[in-house]
């Protein structure tokens, strides 16, 4: 099946830096979506993408559609500690009969030094 | 708020039992999937149900039935449960018309 590769896989950070991270895949996508987890709850949907080149902001939060349709990033800005969590990239694949599925990348840790 | 709940939020069972989670949601959504998180994999899908008594296989549905006898509910069982299906066990929605999935709080199984 498909597969999306996040990186870096882990990142430590002060406090007030940006951060940058990426999604690649084999195979284009038509939508990315870019969810976080904050420990021992489930994942929240962030920012979603269904155009090539879109660039979408959501606060401190900017993601972008890669022109290749097989790539995605999302960059935060000026970290703060509530910032720390799993980020992850996931996309849409449609099978038969309309029935649909996301793919997500095995995810980025981040973490924030005060 | 997505209006999804999960029972039980966590579990603790002996190995050889069998185990059912329920996944319940309030608005009515036509799809609703089911997903096991494990450090170093991610979220991988198990089932996924695109209408009642509509289910398919995910990537990881060896060991693994579910049912939908009503829109509103989706239900996840082992059979015989294993050590290996020690994990954080996710339920999702498809958010109506579009690619966006919502997700439940999760549900911690531990299998001694």
């Known amino acids: 099946g498909q597969q999306l590769n996040q990186s870096p896989q882990s990142m430590f950070i002060q406090e007030g830096e940006d951060v940058s991270m990426n999604c690649t895949s084999s195979?284009?996508?038509?939508?990315w979506l870019w969810y976080k987890q904050d420990p021992g709850e489930g994942p929240v949907l962030l920012i979603a993408?269904?155009?090539?080149?879109e660039l979408t902001s959501n606060g401190r939060l900017t993601a972008q559609f890669g022109i290749t349709r097989k790539d995605s990033f999302l960059n935060i800005s000026a970290s703060i500690p509530s910032d720390v969590g799993i980020y992850f990239c996931?996309?849409?694949?449609?099978?038969?009969?309309?029935?649909?599925?996301?793919?997500f990348g095995k995810g980025t840790k981040l973490s924030v030094i005060p | 708020d997505a209006g999804i709940t999960q029972s039980p939020r966590h579990k603790v069972t002996e190995t050889g039992t069998p185990v059912t989670l329920r996944c319940h949601q309030t608005?009515?959504?036509?799809?609703m999937y089911w997903y096991r998180q494990d450090p170093g994999h991610g979220l991988r899908l198990i089932h996924y149900?695109?209408?009642?008594?509509?289910?398919d296989k995910g990537e990881v549905s060896d060991g693994y039935s579910v049912s939908r006898s009503k829109t509103e509910d989706f239900l996840l069982t082992l059979e015989s449960a294993t050590s290996s299906q020690t994990s954080v066990y996710f339920c999702?929605?498809?958010?109506?018309?579009?690619?966006?999935?919502?997700f439940g709080p999760g549900t911690r199984l531990t299998v001694l």
């Open positions: 608005e009515n959504h036509r799809y």
């Open positions: 149900s695109y209408g009642v008594k509509d289910t």
């Open positions: 993408l269904y155009k090539a080149g």
């Open positions: 996931a996309g849409p694949t449609y099978s038969g009969a309309g029935s649909y599925q996301l793919t």
């Open positions: 999702a929605i498809r958010g109506g018309a579009s690619d966006t999935q919502y």
């Open positions: 195979s284009i996508f038509n939508t």
